[in-house]
């Protein structure tokens, strides 16, 4: 019985270019290691300015946690993207921290001055990050969270999921 072979594309290898075997490796190593969130902050301070929406967000790290680290700053913000995805919130960011009795900055649907220009400036980047999606802390289902230094009555009812920081997050 003769055997027949199937005719396999030509695929490109390292030998095929013209790039040095190193420079191919150096390619490689940096496409693997996906980056850490300090590293994409820094290429975040200086991105395009933010919209109404992406603003707000910001409004809320820089209110809510821009005394933490950056893994509890991306954390709150977090959770107003999963708020306004989860159709129990309003659909926007802006309406999900202007909401009524979540978030303790606002009053009266406004936000006060920002006075701390490079924590508004970090609070930016963090918000790139997150509106790129190129970094997660906290999974899409969690929604609320609080300080870890008070114990709101409703915390007993939901199942923590993680502490960043000095906040505790729920789903």
């Given at each position: ?9 030509v ?20 496409a ?12 975040y ?34 959770v107003?993207?999963n ?8 659909s ?16 009266n ?24 999606e ?38």
């Amino acid at each position: 019985m003769a055997q027949t072979f199937q005719q396999l594309p030509v695929v490109s290898s390292i030998w095929d270019r013209e790039t040095p075997v190193e420079d191919f490796q150096a390619e490689l190593a940096e496409a693997e290691a996906p980056k850490s969130l300090p590293e994409l902050v820094e290429d975040y301070r200086h991105g395009e300015a933010l919209d109404e929406q992406g603003r707000c967000l910001a409004t809320a790290i820089y209110f809510e946690a821009r005394g933490e680290d950056l893994e509890g700053q991306l954390a709150v913000a977090d959770v107003v993207k999963n708020r306004a995805m989860s159709g129990k919130y309003p659909s926007d960011w802006c309406n999900v921290i202007k909401q009524r009795a979540q978030f303790s900055f606002v009053e009266n649907r406004r936000f006060p001055a920002i006075r701390d220009n490079k924590a508004w400036e970090i609070a930016q980047a963090v918000a790139r990050v997150a509106i790129d999606e190129a970094h997660e802390i906290v999974p899409d289902d969690v929604l609320w969270y609080h300080a870890d230094y008070v114990a709101p009555v409703w915390g007993k009812r939901l199942n923590k999921v993680a502490k960043v920081g000095v906040h505790i997050f729920y789903s």
